[in-house]
């Protein structure tokens, strides 16, 4: 995301799993991701900016990681509760 230009750098949240927190939305992308502290994310939302043309997302997509999108949000997540059927991003949902 720092790649793209800062007009263009989608605005994020997350959602900490002990305690349930929702932080607000945020698009400084520099300090939150050099911390760590990963662990405890439940799901990480993302919004607006260039992430849903195909060429960010294709790059979301190549991580593998879980998630769906919804509209122009696209939610990645950390952990699901037991028995939660998710899949791996896949282009066909950009729709």
């Known amino acids: 995301m720092l790649e793209l230009p ?14 349930g927190y929702i932080h607000h939305w945020d698009q400084e992308w520099f300090d939150h991701f050099r911390l760590g502290g990963y662990r405890g994310i439940e799901w990480f939302e993302l919004r607006g900016g260039a992430l849903l043309t195909p060429e960010v997302f294709a790059q979301i997509v190549n991580i593998q990681v879980v998630g769906e999108v919804h509209d122009d949000t696209l939610r990645l997540y ?5 028995g939660t059927v998710c899949e791996k991003l896949k282009m066909k949902a950009l729709g």
């Open 6 to 19: 800062v007009e263009d750098r989608p605005h994020f949240r997350s959602k900490f799993l002990p305690n």
């Open 78 to 82: 950390g952990y699901v509760k037991c």
